[in-house]
């Protein structure tokens, strides 16, 4: 299985501040990446897929970059809404394997 | 706007099968794939298995052993039974669709929660 890590596993930002999280694949995955979005006691969001194609209605202010093992995803002006746990897929062979996740808190 | 919505027991009783319904409404359950994507509490997501519309199913090798899908495209749904349950299975167990083309997932139930335990 293609091992996926996401780096940190914690975050604190403030509201504006500039958030960039990383995830790495244990061999290359091209850009077979998806980020999601998920709240507590909420289903994952899909943000991005295909490394850096932003999902239709998610705001511009996310985006998605990186190919081969080394993939991030930026949020340019985290707003109050964006505080959750964000995860990282890869879609490149089988089994399909998510990282473990990011918690980007309040600072 | 494609909606999931699971169903099944919250609790399970070890060594027993876990038995979960995903219900499809607001678009057809042909000619797609659909996931079971399962997440203990407090941890990260695992995908457990897919099927097809058409009954061609794959399922991840760490739980192949235990774990069957069906559908039924007369009622719109699709089942996960998962056999041999231990307290490690308790998780929010989430159905989701993949994308038309490829395989990440676009539509997602809300989720429920299984909790194996005597």
């Known amino acids: 299985d293609i091992q996926m890590t996401q780096s940190p596993s914690t975050l604190s930002a403030s509201v504006g501040d500039r958030v960039t999280i990383t995830c790495r694949a244990s061999?290359?995955?091209?850009?077979?990446l998806a980020w999601y979005q998920q709240k507590p006691g909420k289903a994952p969001k899909l943000l991005i897929y295909?490394?850096?194609s932003l999902e239709s209605g998610v705001p511009s202010r996310f985006s998605g970059s990186g190919s081969g093992t080394e993939f991030t995803l930026t949020i340019s002006s985290p707003q109050p809404d964006d505080f959750a746990t964000y995860y990282c897929q890869q879609y490149n062979s089988y089994p399909w394997t998510f990282g473990q996740g990011t918690k980007v808190e309040i600072k | 706007q494609v909606q999931l919505q699971e169903s099944g027991p919250g609790l399970v009783k070890p060594s027993e099968t876990l038995s979960l319904t995903c219900t499809v409404s607001g678009g057809s359950i042909s000619d797609y794939y659909w996931s079971w994507i399962r997440q203990p509490p407090g941890k990260g997501l695992e995908w457990v298995a897919y099927?097809?519309?058409?009954?061609?199913?794959n399922y991840n090798p760490s739980l192949k052993s235990r774990v069957a899908m069906s559908v039924d495209t007369s009622n719109n749904q699709f089942s996960l039974n998962l056999r041999s349950v231990t307290a490690a299975d308790t998780a929010v167990y989430y159905c989701?669709?993949?994308?038309?083309?490829?395989?990440?997932?676009?539509?997602w139930g809300q989720g429920t929660l299984v909790t194996v335990s005597s």
């Open positions: 061999q290359s995955i091209s850009s077979w």
């Open positions: 989701a669709r993949r994308h038309s083309s490829t395989w990440y997932f676009d539509h």
């Open positions: 099927i097809y519309s058409s009954g061609s199913t």
């Open positions: 295909k490394a850096s």
